[in-house]
């Protein structure tokens, strides 16, 4: 079969992105600050509403490793972190010397359960360690339950770093997603809703603290007229040209996400008579996913022994890509020592769940090749 590949979720570009590049070319704006930097941030801000100060950063890792550094997370500090997510969103937590402490799912939204995130805080506060932060995921662009998890929050007084980097353009009760937290964060890698080729960013709610997370994100150089450092820094910053691609990808966003909510509809079609198959879908009017991945589970027990995997290998078979929900963490080689908090959720949901293509530029041809590849499982 010489058919091309479909992709799980691969970069889509409106058209106008080019011209912001080439008017950062036009201009010598190619240094790693600009016009461009200083738009998409106003863009996002716009986008996402009042109160939110966002700072373009290289990535959505850097980003949620500056909320930890402004949230306060030093070494030797414990942080609560949602198991079932990717690694992104745990490593940096390591590399601020302090220990992550996994909590399981809850089955409606699949991110951070709040009554296992709940019976953490009370062991880890009777254990003499009180966590520093919590970082909440709203898994493939589902927000999670954002009162429930404040509400636990702001009783034992921990902060949220919500970590966006799969929801841009998701709202809970009408809010943006990335602008629960006490620091948001969000991504714009590759396959991600919208895309600067790689870049991130960090929401703020305060232009201070903005200002403080750029000040970190460039080497943290203190205003005076040689190079003089009072804090650690770091090389965090996006550049002139990727924020010219995002700025682009701003223009689309809507019609990314619509296209993506289709996608969705389009695997609730294919499996509505299959009882074996759930496709992973809000719980409530209140939650409004982007759908950036279209997910589904398989219960082996009603479609006759057969498995996601089977499905998966079928699908690769036919030059479909998809994958296996996220790993949880607690289960990862690297984090076997972690504390982990919760029941089987997550792992059942890794066991059992499959990331189907999704892009928001897939063509109707290749909505066809995937039909009919899923209709022979």
Same mark, same amino acid.
């Given at each position: 079969?010489?058919?091309t590949?479909i992709?799980?979720s691969?970069?889509?570009?409106g ?20 016009? %461009? ?7 996002? !801000?716009h ?16 980003a949620?490793?500056l909320?930890?550094v402004?949230?306060?997370?030093q070494?030797?500090?414990? +942080?609560?972190? =949602?198991?079932m997510t990717?690694?992104?969103?745990a ?32 062991d880890?506060?009777?254990?003499? @360690? ?10 493939y ?26 929801a841009?353009g998701?709202?809970? @009760?009408? =809010? ?14 590759g396959?991600k ?7 991130g960013?960090?929401?703020?709610? /305060?232009?201070?603290l @903005? %200002?403080k997370?750029?000040f970190l994100?460039?080497q943290?150089?203190?205003n005076?007229?040689?190079y003089?450092?009072?804090?650690i ?5 996006m ?9 682009? =990808?701003m ?5 990314? +996400?619509a296209?993506r909510?289709?996608?969705h ?9 299959n ?8 719980? /409530?009017?209140?939650y409004f ?14 479609n006759?022994? @057969?498995?996601? !995997? ?5 699908l690769?078979s ?8 996220w ?26 769940g ?14 066809e090749?995937i039909k ?5 499982f």
């Amino acid at each position: 079969m010489n058919a091309t590949k479909i992709w799980l979720s691969s970069p889509h570009m409106g058209g106008t992105e080019l011209d912001y590049v080439n008017e950062a070319f036009a201009t010598n704006w190619v240094a790693p600050l600009g016009p %461009n930097v200083t738009g998409f941030e106003q863009d996002l !801000e716009h986008y996402l509403g009042s109160n939110s100060f966002v700072g373009a950063l290289s990535s959505g890792t850097a980003a949620l490793h500056l909320g930890l550094v402004l949230l306060g997370v030093q070494a030797g500090d414990e +942080v609560l972190c =949602q198991s079932m997510t990717f690694s992104a969103s745990a490593n940096p937590i390591v590399y601020q010397g302090a220990t992550p402490v996994f909590i399981d799912s809850e089955p409606e939204t699949w991110n951070i359960c709040p009554v296992a995130l709940e019976e953490a805080i009370k062991d880890r506060i009777s254990k003499g @360690k009180k966590p520093r932060a919590i970082i909440a995921v709203h898994l493939y662009g589902m927000p999670y339950k954002v009162e429930a998890i404040r509400s636990i929050a702001d009783y034992y007084e921990i902060p949220i770093l919500e970590d966006s980097a799969e929801a841009l353009g998701s709202t809970f @009760k009408g =809010q943006r997603c990335g602008t629960f937290g006490d620091v948001g964060v969000l991504s714009f890698n590759g396959n991600k809703i919208i895309t600067t080729s790689g870049g991130g960013a960090i929401v703020t709610k /305060t232009i201070d603290l @903005k %200002n403080k997370a750029i000040f970190l994100a460039t080497q943290a150089r203190d205003n005076a007229p040689h190079y003089q450092h009072s804090e650690i820094g770091y090389n965090y910053r996006m550049s002139n040209i990727c924020a010219g691609i995002g700025r682009g =990808q701003m223009e689309v966003l809507d019609h990314h +996400v619509a296209q993506r909510r289709s996608m969705h509809s389009f695997y609730e079609s294919i499996f509505s008579n299959n009882d074996a198959v759930t496709v992973f879908a809000e719980p /409530t009017s209140d939650y409004f996913s982007n759908h950036w991945l279209s997910a589904i589970t398989i219960n082996p027990s009603l479609n006759g022994g @057969k498995t996601r !995997e089977d499905l998966r290998l079928l699908l690769e078979s036919e030059h479909i890509e998809s994958r296996p929900l996220w790993k949880p963490m607690h289960l990862q080689p690297v984090f076997k020592d972690a504390p982990y908090y919760g029941g089987t959720v997550s792992e059942d949901l890794f066991t059992n769940g499959l990331c189907l293509p999704s892009g928001s530029n897939l063509t109707d041809e290749e909505r066809e090749r995937i039909k009919n590849a899923i209709n022979i499982f």
